[in-house]
């Protein structure tokens, strides 16, 4: 069952990454973030309501650190979406496996003793060719974007993927000491919608128009049932299926990136996105094999 949630969650926020980059024409990233976390507020306190389930938390640092990341992940994956093919967009930020494969490399070169002789170097070998493959893919996905003058943007999309690795640990915290997936993914909104106030503060606000602004309903309500599953999916662990499948939305953001929007992924594109997701799926295997309990993705 774990399974069907990670699908249903990876189909959820690629559908809500088609809503915002049309909504990107009108709403820049501060204001998307602010009404996708408004918008998701009302709707778990409504569920919560409805189940009986109380918003107050034995855990607020936690909430405060998970919803820090997080928003600071969405904002960067927003403003990626908004200047870049989705396809593009959609993949940058699921290299988060081989973020987190990366830190792990780096921690045990930096820990390594060599008195201790190079075997336990060479254990971190298979785990760093993960690491390296992934970032041939995202080359070569970029070559492409490079050419049409959107580096900037395909770094901030690199970026979206790094702060992910981050939120998607603290998800998995917060599953093993009981908060439940309406909580959490409340306190995610709570802090979008915050976090995209000040944003707004500090910006210029677009004016409002109301023929688009129906495209934030579907952003908020997308981004909450995502939320929703990917919490209940990875509520009892990771196993290696859930955190695989997760890759699934990269399949659905390339469907909806050539029929939506005609975006032409050329070869190169797509042997990135493809190096992308062996380099992810390997890595999580072999986290897996070291460490059974894991972490794997998150939007």
Request: proline fraction near 4%; charged fraction near 5%; aromatic fraction near 12%.
């Given at each position: 069952?774990?399974?069907?949630?990670?699908?249903?969650?990876?189909?959820?926020?690629?559908?809500?990454?088609?809503?915002?980059?049309?909504?990107?024409?009108?709403?820049?990233?501060?204001?998307?973030?602010?009404?996708?976390?408004?918008?998701?507020?009302?709707?778990?306190?409504?569920?919560?309501?409805?189940?009986?389930?109380?918003?107050?938390?034995?855990?607020?640092?936690?909430?405060?650190?998970?919803?820090?990341?997080?928003?600071?992940?969405?904002?960067?994956?927003?403003?990626?979406?908004?200047?870049?093919?989705?396809?593009?967009?959609?993949?940058?930020?699921?290299?988060?496996?081989?973020?987190?494969?990366?830190?792990?490399?780096?921690?045990?070169?930096?820990?390594?003793?060599?008195?201790?002789?190079?075997?336990?170097?060479?254990?971190?070998?298979?785990?760093?060719?993960?690491?390296?493959?992934?970032?041939?893919?995202?080359?070569?996905?970029?070559?492409?974007?490079?050419?049409?003058?959107?580096?900037?943007?395909?770094?901030?999309?690199?970026?979206?993927?790094?702060?992910?690795?981050?939120?998607?640990?603290?998800?998995?915290?917060?599953?093993?000491?009981?908060?439940?997936?309406?909580?959490?993914?409340?306190?995610?909104?709570?802090?979008?919608?915050?976090?995209?106030?000040?944003?707004?503060?500090?910006?210029?606000?677009?004016?409002?128009?109301?023929?688009?602004?129906?495209?934030?309903?579907?952003?908020?309500?997308?981004?909450?049932?995502?939320?929703?599953?990917?919490?209940?999916?990875?509520?009892?662990?990771?196993?290696?299926?859930?955190?695989?499948?997760?890759?699934?939305?990269?399949?659905?953001?390339?469907?909806?990136?050539?029929?939506?929007?005609?975006?032409?992924?050329?070869?190169?594109?797509?042997?990135?996105?493809?190096?992308?997701?062996?380099?992810?799926?390997?890595?999580?295997?072999?986290?897996?094999?070291?460490?059974?309990d894991a972490p794997g993705e998150e939007h």
């Open positions: 069952m774990q399974a069907l949630w990670m699908l249903a969650a990876s189909l959820f926020f690629a559908t809500m990454a088609v809503c915002v980059k049309i909504a990107s024409d009108w709403f820049n990233a501060s204001e998307l973030v602010f009404y996708r976390g408004l918008i998701g507020m009302l709707l778990m306190w409504l569920w919560c309501r409805s189940q009986g389930t109380t918003l107050a938390t034995a855990y607020p640092g936690m909430h405060a650190w998970r919803s820090l990341v997080g928003v600071l992940s969405l904002g960067t994956w927003f403003h990626a979406i908004a200047g870049l093919p989705l396809a593009t967009a959609m993949t940058l930020n699921y290299m988060s496996s081989v973020w987190i494969a990366a830190f792990l490399v780096g921690g045990a070169l930096v820990a390594w003793n060599p008195r201790a002789g190079m075997a336990p170097a060479l254990q971190q070998g298979p785990l760093a060719l993960t690491v390296l493959a992934g970032f041939l893919g995202v080359v070569l996905m970029l070559r492409p974007t490079m050419a049409q003058h959107q580096v900037f943007a395909g770094l901030v999309g690199l970026l979206s993927g790094l702060l992910s690795a981050f939120a998607y640990l603290q998800v998995m915290a917060l599953g093993k000491v009981g908060e439940p997936e309406a909580r959490t993914v409340f306190y995610f909104a709570l802090g979008s919608a915050v976090a995209g106030g000040v944003g707004m503060a500090a910006t210029v606000i677009s004016p409002w128009d109301w023929r688009h602004a129906p495209w934030l309903l579907p952003i908020g309500l997308f981004a909450s049932l995502g939320q929703w599953c990917m919490t209940r999916a990875y509520s009892q662990g990771a196993t290696l299926v859930v955190a695989n499948l997760q890759y699934s939305g990269i399949v659905f953001g390339a469907l909806y990136s050539l029929l939506l929007f005609g975006d032409a992924i050329p070869l190169l594109g797509w042997a990135g996105m493809a190096l992308i997701c062996a380099s992810g799926i390997a890595a999580t295997v072999l986290r897996a094999r070291a460490a059974p």
